[in-house]
T-cell receptor
């Protein structure tokens, strides 16, 4: 089966660092995405990891360990606009093509 | 910057009616997707489409659903006989390749079935 787990909610302070964890079990694995979703809006792409290790992109970094079925998204120098849901999504191998399986998302609250 | 567009932004329909949700993917993209998100729940994959045929679909995408690319620009999702539980936000997405290619999401169509 397929299962993606991430915390439901987190709170952090403006200017601080926060790490959002994601664990997954899928029948096939072909990469992991992180998306940001503000309330009432569409998801927007943040990062993609297919190999183990850390990918850094400005204030956001994403880490993957395939052997542990684990990823995290690291947000530095938090800003109020970072208040949003962060969605972990796995590219799962299907019969002919891949499916993107989303987790339930982590709602991040930023306090001033 | 190119973007995926969707129409309408909000569709209200009665149970049992057919609805067609429309999407215009980014012009040079070749891979197209539909997702849905029931209010307060996770984003769920429905279907992927490439080279004028369905390349993958989920268990949700049953015989009530169909997709079509009727011309060179539009990509549609049809629900033949809507049910109350079809009420959700429907997102279209497109990408220029598989693998690590970013999927660009449209703004979504909120479907309300009464």
């Amino acid at each position: 089966g397929q299962n993606i787990d991430q915390p439901t909610e987190m709170t952090a302070t403006e200017g601080a660092i926060v790490q959002i964890n994601c664990t997954y079990q899928t029948s096939g694995f072909n990469g992991l995405f992180w998306y940001q979703q503000h309330a009432g809006e569409a998801p927007t792409f943040l990062s993609y990891n297919v190999l183990d290790g850390l990918e850094e992109k400005g204030r956001f970094s994403s880490f993957l360990s395939r052997s542990k079925g684990y990823s995290y998204l690291l947000l530095k120098e938090l800003q109020m606009k970072d208040s949003a849901s962060y969605l972990c999504a796995v590219r799962d191998l299907g019969n002919r093509d891949d499916k993107i399986i989303f987790g339930k998302g982590t709602r991040l609250h930023i306090l001033p | 910057e190119p973007e995926v567009t969707q129409t309408p932004s909000h569709q209200v329909t009665q149970m049992g009616q057919e609805v067609i949700l429309r999407c215009v993917p980014i012009s040079n993209h070749l891979y197209f997707y539909w997702y849905r998100q029931i209010l307060g729940q996770k984003v769920e994959f429905l279907v992927s489409f490439y080279n004028n045929e369905i390349s993958e679909k989920s268990e949700i995408f049953d015989d009530q659903f169909s997709v079509e690319r009727p011309d060179g620009s539009n990509f549609t999702l049809k629900i033949r006989s809507t049910k109350l539980e079809d009420s959700a936000m429907y997102f279209c997405a497109s990408s220029d390749g598989r693998g690590q290619s970013e999927q660009y999401f449209g703004p979504g169509t909120r479907l309300t079935v009464t």
